[in-house]
């Protein structure tokens, strides 16, 4: 993985490579690469030509144009790393080295491709044409793909990608084009998502991996579904479904916003994103609380989809299925849906529950989370569940164009706008956001939301965003609370109930964006091992809302403080934690009851960002993740 456009026009099309990988940065790479057909330009008939790098994406465009890079059909990548290091010569597109090219040396072959996914038997397909005669330059799985289609060509490119990827086992989205045949892309996908954009006037037609790659070239884009194979030419395409047949895809008009938005004042997009918040959570709100007479009514059809009343009288219990920052989001939502709603309530590792032996009851509502609609293991984990045979499903998310909300009967859309920075914030708010509102629908449902309770907690709803808003005007504090941090090579984050999962999540952030080594417990647990880390070195975070636990957790600082800790807390005006010798108080403003998880991460989030500025780190792109994992 990480990022995939292809093209086929009548106009060099090596800037709109460059350009939709640059509107694909944001997920995070650590390679990338162009691989152009230069015939009807006046190069040799019939040459491939290709540029790599493993810098940014704005060098390739500079080393494209130094090499006089031009083509009417190409294929781009942006890569991650999983097999093979970040290097030039494990980045894509890849070319074929087969027997044909005599001694095996770097050079322009007759196939060449990009890949997103995994490829589980590479090994022994890498061993198989090894045999054969084939030459590898690369550590990846994706070179034994293309190695495998040129051994299978004979004079149509479609046929040989059809009968490659049958031998495949694993994830893969992948675009190829062949040296004799001009004009002519083919893609295929399993397990990773791959779209065309068509062009306008029959002049051009794309490839991607996203549609926001295609933003401001075509706004007509088909989603493939799992099992098919496409042919992308001049002013023509067609589908293949998983059997080989002809299938027809609808067209979908899709208003895809680009990666590339404007900074304004801010210094990172983290930041930028951060005090968005306030707006995307008004947002998400307004689709929702506009209907509300509807939304409550009894006889009334809820936002998630047309049968939701009927699917949220069948359910006896919900399993949440996520990964990451929305794992800890299906944790807070557990508290939520167990204390509003009454309804059992487990949050699994998306990663972990399909390899596992469960108990699946039909009467589930089987929750996915997800940021991009498309992460691989939260996808596998609901197809899994469906397999198993619960069949009520609802996502929430925040691309409403994405396989997850596709693959499921009902859906809460979140209104958070592109997240460009790897590290979630905005996106994560307004999926609670999501989360309390599906709490209360089912507690409606049930019958445990009375008039009164409605009217309290869509009122707190309302007044979200401005309690945001307050809690963004504490940033000089964090400012102080990074620069305390900048040295520091590892922190604890403390909470209890519904606030452990925001410790969780704040522990994320500064690990992700600053290298520090962060980790989170249950503050009742410090004395059962963690209280062992404990010392003035290690400054301890503390989320300290007033709710029912706060004397519980006033005796756990107090565990820190007796062995020489330095405490950090988030607290309520009206908790009475005062700063004093080795505790530093930040007091949240005003009190948000069950929504307080909400505001107590947003100074999480600052902490992170600014200690990650104080330490120098590449806030935006941290060294090895990606934004949208799109492979197990």
């Not at 990988?21 to 008939?45: F, I, K, N, W």
Request: charged residues 20%.
């Amino acid at each position: 993985m990480c990022g995939i456009v292809g093209a086929v026009s009548t106009r060099n099309i090596v800037p709109i490579l460059v350009q939709g990988l640059q509107r694909l940065e944001y997920r995070g790479y650590d390679s990338c690469g162009v691989s152009v057909h230069s015939a009807g330009l006046g190069a040799p008939t019939g040459a491939l030509r290709r540029a790599r790098g493993i810098s940014r994406v704005a060098d390739l465009a500079a080393q494209c144009e130094a090499e006089g890079l031009q083509g009417l059909t190409g294929i781009a990548h942006t890569r991650w790393a999983t097999h093979g290091a970040p290097a030039v010569a494990n980045a894509h597109p890849h070319f074929s080295m087969g027997p044909h090219a005599d001694d095996g040396a770097e050079r322009p072959g007759r196939v060449t491709l990009v890949h997103n996914g995994i490829i589980e038997n590479h090994e022994a397909l890498r061993a198989e044409l090894l045999a054969r005669g084939y030459h590898f330059s690369s550590q990846t799985d994706t070179e034994t793909i293309v190695h495998l289609i040129d051994s299978l060509y004979d004079g149509d490119l479609l046929m040989a990608v059809q009968t490659a990827v049958r031998r495949l086992r694993g994830s893969y989205s992948i675009a190829v084009m062949h040296r004799d045949e001009p004009q002519r892309l083919i893609g295929a996908r399993e397990g990773s998502p791959l779209v065309l954009g068509i062009g306008a006037d029959g002049k051009e037609n794309f490839l991607a991996s996203d549609a926001m790659a295609l933003a401001g070239v075509t706004d007509q884009i088909v989603y493939l579904e799992e099992g098919d194979l496409i042919d992308v030419q001049l002013g023509k395409y067609w589908v293949l479904d998983r059997a080989g047949q002809r299938a027809e895809r609808p067209v979908r008009t899709v208003q895809a916003m680009s990666g590339a938005a404007d900074l304004g004042p801010y210094r990172h997009y983290m930041q930028k994103e951060i005090f968005e918040q306030p707006r995307a959570v008004a947002d998400t709100l307004e689709g929702v609380l506009a209907v509300v007479p509807q939304l409550f009514e009894a006889a009334g059809t809820p936002a998630p989809g047309e049968d939701a009343q009927t699917t949220f009288q069948a359910v006896r219990q919900v399993l949440i299925l996520a990964c990451g920052t929305s794992y800890y989001a299906g944790c807070v939502a557990r508290y939520w849906l167990e204390d509003i709603a009454g309804i059992p309530t487990q949050v699994e590792i998306a990663s972990e529950y399909r390899y596992r032996a469960s108990v699946p009851d039909p009467a589930t509502l089987v929750v996915t989370i997800s940021q991009s609609g498309e992460t691989a293991d939260t996808l596998a984990a609901l197809r899994h569940a469906q397999r198993l045979g619960m069949r009520h499903t609802l996502t929430v998310c925040n691309v409403p164009t994405s396989a997850m909300v596709r693959e499921c009967r009902l859906a809460f859309l979140t209104r958070a706008g592109v997240e460009i920075g790897v590290a979630s914030t905005k996106a994560f708010t307004t999926q609670l956001v999501g989360l309390f509102l599906l709490a209360l629908m089912l507690a409606k449902t049930r019958a445990r939301l009375g008039p009164a309770q409605e009217a309290e907690q869509l009122d707190a709803l309302r007044r979200l965003p401005g309690a945001l808003q307050a809690v963004l005007a504490l940033e000089p504090q964090l400012i102080d609370w990074a620069e305390q941090f900048t040295a520091k090579e590892h922190a604890l984050f403390l909470g209890r109930g519904l606030h452990y999962p925001i410790a969780q999540e704040g522990a994320l952030k500064l690990k992700e964006i600053t290298y520090i080594h962060a980790e989170a417990y249950a503050a009742g647990e410090l004395k059962h091992g963690p209280l062992a880390l404990v010392t003035s070195a290690m400054p301890v975070v503390t989320v300290a809302p007033n709710d029912a636990l706060l004397e519980k957790l006033k005796s756990n600082m107090q565990e820190v403080r007796a062995r020489g800790g330095v405490l950090y807390a988030l607290a309520d005006a009206d908790t009475h934690i005062e700063s004093s010798d080795g505790l530093y108080v930040i007091r949240m403003p005003g009190r948000s009851g069950l929504l307080s998880p909400i505001l107590h991460v947003v100074p999480l989030q600052l902490l992170a960002y600014h200690t990650a500025v104080a330490r120098g780190t590449d806030v935006d792109k941290p060294r090895n993740l990606a934004k949208s994992v799109t492979v197990e």
